[in-house]
Each structure stands twice: as C-alpha cells, then as structure tokens.
C-alpha cells in the first residue's frame, strides 16, 4: 500500500479476472443470483423469439386469412408481455444483489481497516481509504447491478442471434462472420489500454480524496497560515491529473466504440444490401428479410455493448483489486491465534524488559533502546523528559498499537502478544495528549468510555473531572452537539471531556498522556484533585511536560533519547542535580522545586 504520492508505482490491472475477488460476496447470494441468472435467460430467449413473430405478421399480410393473422398479432403482443415482466424481474434480483454485495464489501472494508495498526495509516491517507470504501464499491455496483447482467444479456443475444442467423440465410450470415474480425481485433487492442488507463484513474481519484480530506482535518491550520491558495493549488493539480487521466481513457473508449460500432453497421449495411438483390429475386421472402435485419441489428447491438461494457469490465477490476489488496493487507500487529485469557481481577502489574523499539515510518532512529521498567500494581509512574525521548512511545506500545522489534512487554504476568487486544485493552483507560470528540452529544462523547453507563454515571463522571459546569452551560447542556472532532469546545473543554471518558471506563490501568497541557490553572487544579483520585488504586502512567502535575507520583521516571536515564521521586531527583533537576529549574522560576 503506497501513499498518494506515488501513485505512479501502483500496480495496474493486468485482466478482468480480477473480478474474481469478488465471489466470496457472491457466493452467500448465490440463490438469488440464480434466479437472477433465469430471469436473463428468459428476456434474452423472448428478445430472440421476437423476430420470428415479426416475420409471421410481415408474411401473414399476404395471407388471406385474416383469423391467422389476427394469432399472429397476438402472439407477438403476448410475446411483448412476457419481455416486459422477464426485464422487470431481471432488473429487481440484479440491483438487488448488486446493493446487497456492495454493503457487504463496505462493511468488510470498514470492519478490516477499523482493526489495523497505526502501522497502517503512516502509509495511506484516510481519506484514500474512504476513496476505496465509497468510490470503488460505487463502481462494482454499477458493474454487479448493471454491466454484468447486461453484458450476459448481451452474449446470449449475440449467439442465439448468429444461430437464428444461420438459420434465417446461410448466404448472408456468411458475409456476417467475414467482418466479426475486424471488429474483435480493436476491442482486445484497445481494451488492453484501457485497463490501465481506468486503474490509473481511480488511482489518482482516490489520491484526490485523500488530499481533499487532509486539507479540511486541518482547514484551521490552512487558514491561520494563509495556506489557501497554496493548498488550493495542491488540490487542483491532483484533480487536473485525475481528469487528465479520464480524458484519457474516455477517448480511447469512444475511438474503441466509433470503431467498433462503424464496422459493424458497415457491415450490416452490406449485408442488407445483398439480402434486397435476392428479395427482388425472390429467393427469400419479405419477412425472412425483416427478421434477418433485425436479428442483425441485435446482434451488431450486442456486439456495440459488449464494447462499451468491456470498458465498464476493465474499471471494475481495477477497483476490484484496490479492494482485494485492501481487504488482503496483513497487519503488522496481529492477535495470537489462541489467546491467553487475561486474569480477572485485573491487578495492572506492567513490566517492559529490555523493549527496543523503532517507528515503522522511521525505521533508522530508535524511539526506545533497551527499556526496562516495571510498574507495581497501584503504583503511579510518571514519565518525564524532553520531547521525542520516548515517553508517549511507553503508552503506545502498551496498547500494542504497535509491536517492538526487541523485547518483552507483559501484564500481569502475560506477554501482551499472548493475548488478544480486545482483552487487555478493556482493563486501559486512555487520555490521549490530543483529546478526540467525536460528531455527536456531550453525552454520548463521555459514555464512548463505557456504552452501558447510566445518564447519572456519565454527569457523575464529568463532575469529577470538572466539566459538569460548562456542559450544562452549554444550549442543550450534556445533549448539545460538539461539532466535528469538538469544534464546539476550547482545547482545555475537550480535554476534561476525554478525562471524564477516563474516568467513567473505571479500568484498573490509566493512562494520561499530557492530560491537564490544555487546562488553565483553575481547571488544572480540580482535574489534578480528580485525577489523583481517580488514580488510587489504579496503576497509573503519567506522561507530562508540566513537573508540577507529577511531582506526587510515587516514582518519576526520566527518559532521554530513549532510554531511562533516572528514576526516583521528585526530591530524589532534584538532588541528583541531573536532567530532571535541570528541567525542573526551567520550569520553576521561584527558586523553589
């Protein structure tokens, strides 16, 4: 999986049996593809008994039976009936597996990527991926709803069509094949091209995408720094590429289908004009004529669509691709086959023994070297040190939202690879140093920590991390919606939401990245109480920049550069005269630390 950047590098679709891949969402549906399947069957056999009843009425006028011509008529009207009840079926069970499949892929999709690693989106834009989820299965479902009954359809008509020909007049089906290669040899030539060239468009769609939804993630940071016009530019280039690339493409289908469509008229028109000479001659009849031309009109029609659904074909396999290898991406962090069941009650003993770990997107730097700590149960470790020295890195890979490349990191006794993550991560509660609000209520934001939670545990859970009085300040109070990503609230708001989310999981681990850097010194106060609180009992991990929020922490661990340079309470480590002391004088500008 690459990046947008390198859409160039992709690999192109190399055959329409790439629509393979999409069986497996098939096959569940099979039943109804079958009656599908039938009612195809019977629009194409109706579509080619209809010439038949068009000759028998053309050559009853000359009949002087008019009660047999009168049969004729309404055979052709029940014949007409049947076409239209046939189609309309056809149209219900096709479009009908086609949306089925298509929410299938889309859950699949979203079910496979909601599971990956942070691995994963360090090497494909999110709104890449939702390129794929929505523009890609949009164009399987024309294909699953439309093209491949059509194209069905098609093929049936084109030999029932050369068979009633041949039947109809040897003489002038002959002169029929004479054309047929002429007409293939554009559509495999052509359609080659365009294989390639529809993989690259949606390429450079989903690359389109991506750009767009990175740009308004961060449509503030544009404007603040006057980087409208720049990103503008940005987006407008990966746009002219993608509709470059369509233009492309849609030219080399339209010269595939004038010509495609150009031979097989001329062709026809030959043909007829043989088949008039022997009208005149009297060697074939009126209405053998007529029912000759229209079976060759159906068969040049299918032929023509079969052109223009090939195109439609080629699309789809691409698309099919993007998703099968999206679908097919391993994670580099997996859950053990069987896993080890976490011991309950959770006592939250955490031990890292010699952990050496590097960021897959930096793999020449090491974000932690050798790192030994281990954590009692209950016991409250702050994690101390300059930006990039690892700290924030402790808590990822305890979440196992990443694997390291040495060492050992276990809970309780069990080596987090041992056990699923769904497990242990239920006993972990996380404040995240950029706190997340999701697009719905207050309420439901904070009870994201535990969904079964009461409306009194959730005000309860606010209360204590001092976010109850600008919740209910607010115009719907804890129902009032916070925005996408929280733009309704202040930096400091949303981080007392996501300390409330904490607060409310009750889980014997907490973990506080950098949880009170967005407060002001009164919210600082009260969510410090809370926290403190909230910690008793709990193992608990604290990263932070601000000294003054980790000076109680029964231990205070200092990293540098990766590694664990000193380890103690606060006093212990002032006394050192070490880097904590020295960051401790940065920070406290009385004298006293």
Not at 337 to 354: H, K, N, T
């Amino acid at each position: 999986m690459s990046d947008s950047s390198t859409v160039d590098d992709r690999p192109k679709s190399k055959r329409v049996g790439a629509l393979r891949g999409l069986v497996p969402f098939l096959w569940p549906y099979r039943g109804l593809g079958l009656l599908a399947l039938l009612a195809l069957i019977l629009t194409a056999g109706v579509s080619l008994v209809l010439p038949l009843a068009v000759r028998r009425v053309v050559d009853g006028f000359n009949s002087a039976n008019a009660a047999l011509l009168d049969k004729y008529f309404g055979a052709a009207l029940a014949i007409a009936g049947l076409l239209a009840v046939g189609t309309g079926l056809r149209y219900y069970f096709v479009t009908r597996l086609g949306e089925r499949v298509v929410a299938d892929i889309r859950k699949a999709l979203f079910d496979r990527v909601l599971g990956m690693s942070p691995a994963f989106f360090e090497r494909i834009l999110t709104g890449e991926v939702l390129s794929r989820i929505t523009t890609d299965t949009t164009l399987i479902l024309s294909v699953i709803g439309s093209s491949v009954s059509v194209a069905l359809r098609n093929v049936l008509i084109l030999f029932g069509g050369l068979v009633l020909l041949f039947l109809t007049s040897a003489k002038l089906t002959g002169l029929v094949l004479l054309i047929v290669p002429a007409i293939i040899v554009p559509i495999v030539v052509l359609g080659r091209k365009l294989r390639v060239l529809s993989r690259e468009n949606q390429d450079w769609i989903a690359a389109s995408s991506g750009a767009a939804s990175e740009a308004l993630s961060s449509v503030q940071t544009v404007q603040a720094f006057t980087h409208e016009k720049a990103t503008r530019g940005q987006f407008a280039e990966v746009t002219e590429k993608s509709f470059t690339s369509a233009k492309t493409r849609v030219k080399t289908r339209a010269v595939m289908t004038v010509i495609v469509i150009f031979l097989t008229f001329a062709g026809i028109v030959g043909v007829l004009w043989v088949g008039a000479r022997d009208v005149r001659a009297e060697v074939m009849s009126v209405g053998a004529l007529i029912q000759f031309v229209i079976y060759a009109v159906m068969v040049a029609g299918a032929v023509g669509a079969l052109s223009e659904i090939w195109g439609e074909l080629q699309r789809a396999a691409g698309a099919t691709e993007r998703l099968v290898e999206l679908l097919g991406t391993e994670d580099t962090v997996q859950d053990p086959v069987r896993p080890v069941a976490l011991p309950s009650p959770v006592r939250g003993e955490i031990a890292f023994q010699d952990v050496t770990f590097r960021y897959p997107a930096r793999p020449e730097a090491s974000a932690l070297n050798g790192v030994s700590l281990h954590v009692r149960p209950g016991e409250t470790v702050a994690l101390v040190g300059p930006s990039g020295a690892g700290k924030t890195t402790i808590l990822q890979l305890l979440m196992r939202f990443y694997d390291p490349q040495a060492g050992q990191i276990t809970l309780d006794g069990l080596a987090l690879t041992d056990m699923a993550r769904a497990d242990f991560r239920q006993a972990i509660a996380l404040v995240p140093q950029d706190p997340v609000i999701f697009a719905t209520s207050a309420r439901e934001n904070i009870r994201f920590g535990r969904l079964d939670a009461t409306d009194a545990e959730v005000e309860a859970a606010a209360r204590a991390a001092a976010a109850h009085d600008f919740l209910t300040g607010l115009p719907q109070g804890y129902d009032s919606y916070l925005g996408e990503r929280g733009v309704m609230l202040s930096g400091g708001q949303k981080q007392r939401v996501a300390i409330a989310r904490a607060i409310l999981r009750d889980a014997p681990i907490l973990l506080l990245d950098e949880a009170t850097s967005a407060l002001d010194a009164e919210s600082e106060r009260l969510v410090q109480a809370a926290v403190e609180k909230l910690a008793e009992g709990r193992s608990t991990l604290v990263v932070a920049h601000r000294l003054a929020t980790v000076k109680r922490a029964d231990r205070i661990v200092v990293f540098d550069q990766g590694r664990i340079v000193a380890q103690g309470t606060h006093d212990q480590l002032v006394a050192e005269d070490g880097l904590y002391a020295r960051l401790a004088r940065l920070q406290f500008t009385d004298g006293t630390i």
